[in-house]
């Protein structure tokens, strides 16, 4: 099993930054290789993937949308995601997700292809 907690939402204004954390724990974490993703949710709208990091050599995957003002990052056994410059459109509950395979940080995450998640972290961005 593999339990993912998340931390750091809150509430910012336009053009401000959050770094979100999702410490990662369970008794096959260590010995894997994995796919960490964050995700993004406002209600009635679909899940969307934010960014990807390959555990295994550091690769990164992002959407179009936040290339240049997120970066994703690991140390052991966290993954974070810094935010820059939030737009108020960013306001939503950000997720993180794992996968113990590659080919789930190829693209972009899909929400399909991840297994394991956390229960979410709340980012509200005021204008």
């Known amino acids: 099993q593999v339990q993912l907690v998340e931390s750091g939402g809150g509430s910012v204004q336009a053009g401000g930054s959050l770094r979100l954390s999702c410490a990662a724990s369970?008794?096959?974490?260590?010995?894997?290789?994995?796919?960490m993703a964050w995700f993004r949710q406002v209600p009635g709208k679909e899940r969307e993937g934010v960014a990807g990091?390959?555990?295994?050599?550091?690769s990164t995957v992002y959407a179009d949308s936040v290339k240049g003002r997120f970066t994703i990052s690991q140390d052991k056994n966290t993954v974070y995601l810094q935010m820059n410059s939030l737009k108020p459109e960013e306001t939503a509950m950000y997720y993180c997700?794992?996968?113990?395979?590659?080919?789930?940080?190829?693209?972009?995450?899909?929400?399909?292809?991840?297994?394991?998640w956390g229960q979410g972290t709340q980012v509200t961005v005021s204008s």
């Open positions: 997700a794992a996968d113990f395979t590659r080919w789930a940080c190829r693209e972009k995450p899909r929400r399909d292809e991840f297994n394991y």
């Open positions: 369970g008794h096959t974490w260590n010995s894997n290789t994995k796919c």
């Open positions: 990091i390959y555990t295994g050599d550091g």
